[in-house]
């Protein structure tokens, strides 16, 4: 299988990761304003201990390394929050020194925001960041369901690290882009987002042409054990909420290994979207399919297979991968079915014309 393939790639991802954002940041640092009426690195050395403890247990392993070796990037107030974002969102990275540092100020605020106080907030609502007075927004704020989002990126792993003027969430990705094409332009072009009544303007916007939930389905997602693909779903929803395409259901096939998303941004963004199909489909509607019916996905021109399994077992086979989880998560707009594998993009026929 894949993942039995690919074991040996774990422990070379972590050590590149922490060596690439170590070497990228550690330049950068020299630069960086001292603040005498903070605490010495010396004297928060244990709660930085104990916070990095926390990131590494939740799979936060780049920025566990990067709060020990230099803390100052996120620590430039008395209180500070910080969002941490995945391994895989930074592993792939090649901007200089000066950017990586800027992502990361992105991703910290000068205040104190435990999950509770994100909930006491209204949609629309700014939050300051460290760098140069650019803000985050929050885009979705449920306080019965305990969902927040900001950016539009789910706070997947709330309270991380609790303690004194340090708090610490997981989110599903960056809040903003990292594709090279804007990137390079620098992160003064991050276009802060428009808040308060004005946001939810937006918001309607996004949601008159996508009436798919897919706050829910990245959250099922990844409470399932499907984060890779999540991760990677969150990364491209920008595209796919502001696409041509009206979208009233959809069928997703989540993949258990979802290794595309330290891909190019482009590459990225085309196999998720082969991932999803504009229409919703239980397992038994797709059992009922004529042999050898093909169906439709995001990616103009390409559509799945759907057949059965070898000697004519009752398995479904799309592509060749298994349903091995069929009607994983179900509601009016959507479906999520488990599949043994991701596909692959040469796996793809063309669309008959």
């Known amino acids: 299988m894949a993942c039995s393939s690919n074991w040996w790639r774990a422990p070379v991802y972590f050590t590149v990761s922490v060596l690439l954002a170590f070497l990228a940041i550690s330049t950068a640092l020299r630069s960086l304003p001292r603040n005498e009426s903070l605490p010495t690195k010396s004297a928060i050395a244990p709660l930085l201990l104990d916070a990095s403890t926390a990131l590494r247990k939740s799979g936060f392993n780049i920025i566990a390394a990067l709060l020990q070796i230099t803390p100052e990037i996120f620590i430039s107030s008395p209180q500070s929050t910080i969002f941490a974002i995945p391994d895989s969102s930074i592993a792939n990275a090649s901007h200089t020194s000066w950017l990586l540092k800027h992502l990361f100020q992105y991703h910290a605020s000068p205040l104190q925001l435990p999950m509770k106080e994100l909930l006491k907030r209204h949609k629309g609502s700014c939050l300051p960041t460290l760098f140069h007075g650019k803000n ?55 276009q802060a987002p428009i ?9 309607e916007v996004a949601d008159a042409k996508n009436v798919v939930e897919w706050t829910r389905v990245i959250r099922l997602l990844s409470s399932k054990g499907f984060v890779s693909f999540a991760i990677g779903l969150n990364s491209v929803l920008d595209g796919i909420l502001y696409d041509k395409m009206k979208l009233n259901s959809v069928t997703v096939f989540a993949p258990p290994e979802f290794s595309f998303v330290a891909s190019a941004s482009a590459l990225l963004e085309k196999i998720v979207r082969l991932h999803i199909v504009p229409r919703k489909l239980t397992y038994t509607e797709l059992a009922s399919l004529p042999a050898n019916a093909s169906l439709s996905t995001l990616v103009p021109g390409h559509v799945l297979r759907v057949s059965e399994g070898v000697n004519n077992t009752r398995e479904l086979m799309i592509n060749e991968a298994k349903i091995v989880a069929p009607n994983l998560f179900e509601s009016k707009k959507f479906v999520i079915h488990g599949i043994s594998q991701a596909f692959e993009l040469d796996e793809l026929p063309n669309t008959p014309r």
């Open 136 to 190: 985050v927004a929050l885009t979705k704020v449920d306080a019965k369901e305990r969902i927040v989002e900001i950016n539009r990126v789910l706070v997947s792993h709330p309270d991380i690290f609790l303690d004194g003027p340090l708090t610490i969430h997981g989110v599903l990705g960056p809040f903003t882009s990292m594709d090279p094409r804007y990137v390079n332009q620098g992160w003064d072009h991050i």
């Open 195 to 203: 808040c308060d009544s004005n946001l939810s303007l937006v918001s």
